[in-house]
């Protein structure tokens, strides 16, 4: 089993950076053989894919609505997920979720491939 927790969410005002952090846990957990990466669930709309990173070569991919403003990055040896997010917009505003999956060749923004599900921590942008 592997137990993921969020931290590092809160209110920040338009154009301002955050820095989210993901916790992974758990006697199965190795960072070698788990894909990671960062959705989203804003209110009333349907979670969304936002930036992910291999296990295999630490190749990463974006979504379009964050790229050149977020930045993703693991530490393999503390067995965390970052996602450091600049410029932020109002329409960021949502509860952004880490997730792990067996290391998968396919796309990292496929969500229904991850096995593992954090709680989420919220991000409110305002303007």
């Known amino acids: 089993q592997v137990h993921l927790v969020e931290s590092g969410g809160r209110l920040v005002q338009a154009g301002g950076s955050l820095r989210l952090s993901c916790a992974a846990s758990?006697?199965?957990?190795?960072?070698?053989?788990?894909?990671m990466s960062w959705f989203r669930q804003a209110v009333g709309k349907e979670r969304e894919f936002v930036a992910g990173?291999?296990?295999?070569?630490?190749?990463?991919d974006y979504s379009d609505s964050v790229k050149g403003r977020f930045t993703i990055s693991r530490d393999n040896a503390k067995n965390t997920l970052d996602l450091q997010l600049d410029s932020l917009k109002l329409e960021d505003t949502a509860v952004y979720l880490c997730?792990?999956?067996?290391?998968?060749?396919?796309?990292?923004?496929?969500?229904?491939?991850?096995?593992?599900w954090g709680k989420g921590t919220q991000v409110t942008v305002s303007s």
């Open positions: 997730a792990a999956r067996i290391k998968d060749l396919r796309g990292l923004s496929i969500g229904r491939l991850y096995n593992y």
């Open positions: 990173i291999r296990a295999s070569d630490g190749g990463t």
């Open positions: 758990g006697r199965t957990f190795s960072s070698s053989r788990y894909d």
